[in-house]
């Protein structure tokens, strides 16, 4: 069962042609947007994204904080609105167990759901099961998480949460980048044609919070929690 404090904290949104997943998390007493960097990678300093709210796009103010470096798919903003409450989410592994079920939320080929004001009129996102399948950190620091699970499009952005062993509260250990593909060659009968098609294998691709918790330490400029 997914809990409020993960539900109203993940959006819908869209910055020029791309479409993606969001959400936020609290570090300091303060409010941050989490994504992936492929679906914001053109935000710099202060401009308009869009959020999807009663059923329509609306325009938003963020702050970029940073982008993470290199192959690491991770960007964090920061806006002049608080997004969701401050229900405890925290941004750690901290617990999380090599095999154990997570889960992901997003907004897949940019399907909604509806709870209406039970959601603060936000879309309900999707909700997807994996598990935990391995874990890797490079020789320069990058922290990966792969799930076996099956991605889709339109969840780039999106919280992977667990539950540590015998608690009950969610914590948020990842951001959902993408997945493995294989390519494929196309048959007409025997003959191999010269086209192939993107196989997903069902490997999903995300990386470890804590590079957006090193972002917000780098640049603390967030919406403060007690404005």
């Known amino acids: 069962m997914i809990t409020t404090n993960v539900i109203q904290r993940t959006f819908h949104i869209r910055v020029d042609d791309s479409i993606g997943t969001c959400f936020t998390i609290d570090v300091a007493d303060k409010q941050y947007i989490i994504t992936a960097k492929h679906v914001v990678s053109g935000i710099s300093g202060t401009q308009k994204i869009s959020m999807f709210h009663g059923d329509q796009w609306k325009d938003i103010d963020v702050t970029l904080v940073g982008h993470c470096d290199g192959e690491i798919d991770i960007s964090v903003l920061a806006t002049n ?3 969701s409450p ?25 399907m909604t759901g ?31 998480l792969f799930l076996d699970g099956h991605n889709n499009p339109g969840f780039s952005g999106g919280p992977v949460v ?23 060659p196309i048959y007409q009968g025997a003959q191999q044609l010269p086209l192939a098609y993107r196989y997903n294998t069902g490997i999903i691709i995300t990386y470890g919070i804590r590079h957006a918790v090193e972002l917000i330490e780098a640049n603390p400029v967030g919406l403060s929690l007690n404005a």
């Open 81 to 83: 609105v608080l997004l």
């Open 162 to 184: 667990f539950k540590e062993q015998n608690r009950h509260d969610f914590k948020v250990a990842g951001v959902i980048s993408g997945y493995r593909y294989n390519e494929e």
């Open 86 to 110: 401050n229900y405890p989410l925290p941004a750690t592994m901290e617990g999380i167990v090599y095999g154990q079920d997570v889960y992901f939320l997003g907004f897949p080929y940019g």
């Open 114 to 144: 509806a709870i209406g004001e039970m959601n603060r009129d936000f879309p309900l996102p999707f909700v997807k099961q994996a598990i935990l399948s391995c874990m890797y950190t490079t020789p320069t620091g990058n922290q990966l």
